[in-house]
């Protein structure tokens, strides 16, 4: 068995931009409170825009008990075309909110009762704390992405529906709760690069807002959906099953070095991939799979990297990204899922054989989930935090 990966060392090549693949903001069950909050927002017997957007940030911050804080700088932040009448629509249905929202100190946290939200019992969004909190970031992080900050509250509000009914590999279908005044906003999604597609009630996420997506698997589908590095990918969950012995993977751990320990341990608490254990002892301790690569495979290569040019610094970014988030490195499938490279299985392991052989990446083969930035990028200074400078010639 190889041992594990170290801190691959950078170097003090010239600068450049570092590509930005920033980890996603919520979680399977976040991003079903995200639909929560939107479904409920779009129920409310709201008609503007205005009044829609300022419900979504007012719910989200009463979810909990009923009473969310706003200030005056909030409410200018929202950027409402007619602020005194988006307040004015939210009296109307009954939620408590004072002139001092509009007048007072900006500073000043103003109390918004929404009394639909306040019961115990049978609440409409049975927030946690955290769950919360997540949410209410989300939604500002969302509102103010570069492509709509500065867009209609009719586009912004569209932008949270479709971000969060978006899948972590960019698709969606549009919602069938999106309020009707967003509709005639898609177009300008499109524009300013929110969207990168829009075509028969289908859109596409533009891969720069990708972390905002909120339609994404629960950890035990994505634990039986993401395939490995070459040992347990050829194998079927029940098949793994099977041939799993609890007592020989313990005995091959504790014969491995505390190192390796340490790795295998950070995949098996990961609570994001959440992998059964079978798999990651078949990932581990089988023998790595031969791939040969048709001529098909080289060809349509040739004609992927064409349309991918950044395919390097991209793919180095998100394993300085990933390894940030859940402690350890992506495995081949989960590379390119991320990425929104959705490939078939052999053109996956090509491609990423690929970055391999150019030094965009390295491994340390055969030990799994170790992928990292390689020569190549370190020389435009992606590398992992810590790294130590490799002597240039």
């Not at 999106?178 to 075509?199: D, H, I, K, Q």
């Not at 998100?318 to 590379?335: D, I, K, M, N, Y």
């Amino acid at each position: 068995m190889a041992k594990p990966e170290s801190n691959v060392p950078s170097t003090s090549g010239s600068p450049t931009k570092k590509p930005t693949v920033e980890p996603f903001l919520l979680t399977a069950e976040q991003g079903e409170a995200a639909r929560a909050l939107l479904g409920y927002v779009s129920s409310l017997p709201l008609n503007s825009p205005d009044a829609q957007l300022l419900a979504v940030v007012v719910a989200i911050r009463a979810a909990r008990g009923g009473v969310g804080n706003l200030t005056g700088g909030d409410l200018s932040s929202l950027r409402l075309a007619d602020p005194a009448g988006a307040i004015g629509e939210v009296r109307k249905i009954g939620w408590q909110v004072t002139d001092e929202l509009l007048v007072g100190d900006p500073e000043t946290p103003v109390a918004v009762t929404v009394p639909d939200l306040a019961g115990e019992a049978d609440r409409r969004l049975p927030f946690g704390k955290q769950k919360r909190s997540r949410v209410s970031g989300w939604t500002t992080r969302t509102l103010a992405a570069k492509p709509v900050k500065r867009a209609t509250p009719a586009t912004r509000l569209a932008a949270l529906f479709l971000a969060a009914h978006s899948t972590s590999q960019l698709h969606g279908d549009i919602p069938s709760g999106l309020p009707e005044v967003c509709r005639t906003a898609l177009p300008e999604l499109l524009r300013s690069g929110f969207l990168a597609e829009l075509v028969d009630g289908q859109y596409r996420l533009a891969p720069a807002v990708r972390h905002l997506s909120g339609l994404r698997r629960a950890a035990t589908t994505d634990a039986r959906n993401v395939a490995t590095q070459p040992g347990a990918a050829g194998k079927s969950r029940t098949a793994a099953e099977e041939e799993f012995d609890a007592a020989g993977w313990e005995r091959w751990k504790e014969q491995a070095s505390p190192a390796l320990r340490r790795h295998v341990a950070a995949v098996e608490n990961c609570a994001l991939c959440a992998l059964p254990v079978e798999r990651i002892a078949a990932a581990f301790t089988d023998s790595p799979a031969v791939l040969p690569f048709q001529n098909a495979v080289r060809a349509a290569y040739g004609a992927w990297k064409d349309a991918h040019p950044d395919r390097g610094p991209l793919a180095a970014g998100f394993t300085v990204t990933f390894r940030a988030e859940h402690g350890h490195g992506p495995s081949f499938t989960q590379l390119c899922a991320g990425l929104g490279w959705n490939l078939p299985r052999p053109l996956r392991s090509f491609v990423v054989r690929r970055l391999l052989a150019n030094e965009w990446l390295t491994d340390t083969a055969p030990v799994p989930w170790t992928l990292r930035p390689g020569r190549t990028a370190q020389a435009q200074d992606i590398t992992l935090p810590g790294s130590k400078p490799v002597a240039t010639s």
